[in-house]
């Protein structure tokens, strides 16, 4: 490869890296805190600070990293000089498992996050609490399947399987 490919493939793979580490990291950090949240209900003046400087209204940004994913990662396998494609069964599991993380993000994670952020916006929490220790549970649950999923999909890139 020429300098500007390493360069280019260098860049790529930087973007690829980060994205996987930013979405997945800021996920799983999310549901720490709310797992946090969660067994801190008993008080919930305590949750609600806590949980309002964490929760605050509005898109968690980082967590969206997940879709650039595949934006950075298909074009390495171009890039890399290798004889990879789209079809290798390693980059198929892992494309799977992208598919499901960002399924669950978007149909349960983000829209329990958003429910947090409203309930903690409303003037009597107390008469919400017991939506409000579902979603959190549900946050705390779904961080870990789509953590681990992050982490089969990360396996899978660095061991290859044919």
Known sequence: MAPVEYLTYDLFLAGHLLS???????????GIYANKAHKD?????????ATKRYFKPGVNWPERMIFLIPVFGIPL???????????????????AMWIIT???SIAKFWRSEKAVQ???LQKDQIKFRSQLEGHLKR???LSIWIGAMALIGVL???IKPS
């Open 20 to 30: 996987v580490l930013i979405g997945y990291g800021s996920i799983i950090t999310t």
């Open 41 to 49: 209900l008993d008080n919930l003046e305590v949750v609600q600070d």
């Open 77 to 95: 396998l171009s890039l890399d000089g290798a004889k990879n494609n789209l079809l290798d069964a390693w980059v198929l599991i892992a494309a």
């Open 102 to 104: 960002v399924y669950l």
């Open 118 to 120: 409203n309930i903690l």
């Open 139 to 141: 946050l705390s649950f």
């Open 156 to 158: 899978v890139m660095f």
